[in-house]
């Protein structure tokens, strides 16, 4: 059994910081991809950033130059740092990973059970 657990979701007021984790237990042979997605009410789920085992990042346009994506392989867990937040960020924030369970298997897609956002005007 694979899972993902997130923390470090809260309100925040806008301008503030906020760090997600998400951590990787389990069972598996290697995570390929991690990556943060957010769903804010009434909007379909969006890649926010990525990151592949060897550090190689991507960002939503929307949150180039405020948040970082970042990964520690040696624990299995992936952060993401949140500055200069907004309200337009509020959202479910979701931790995926593209992992194998065994050398001979390819990457399926784990999610987390999700974190809230909320950031106040």
């Known amino acids: 059994q694979v899972q993902l657990v997130e923390s470090g979701g809260g309100l925040v007021q806008a301008g503030g910081s906020l760090r997600l984790s998400c951590a990787a237990s389990?069972?598996?042979?290697?995570?390929?991809?991690m990556g943060w997605y957010r769903q804010a009410p009434g909007k379909q789920r969006e890649l926010v950033a990525g990151?592949?085992?060897?550090?190689?990042?991507n960002y939503a346009d929307s949150v180039k130059g405020r948040f970082t994506i970042s990964r520690a392989n040696t624990k299995n867990t992936v952060y993401l740092q949140m500055n200069s937040l907004k309200p337009e960020d509020t959202a479910v924030y979701y931790c995926?990973?593209?992992?194998?369970?065994?050398?001979?298997?390819?990457?399926?897609?784990?999610w987390g059970q999700g974190t809230q956002v909320t950031v106040s005007s």
């Open positions: 995926n990973g593209g992992i194998r369970r065994w050398i001979t298997s390819e990457a399926s897609d784990y």
């Open positions: 389990g069972s598996f042979f290697r995570i390929n991809v």
């Open positions: 990151i592949t085992s060897g550090g190689s990042t």
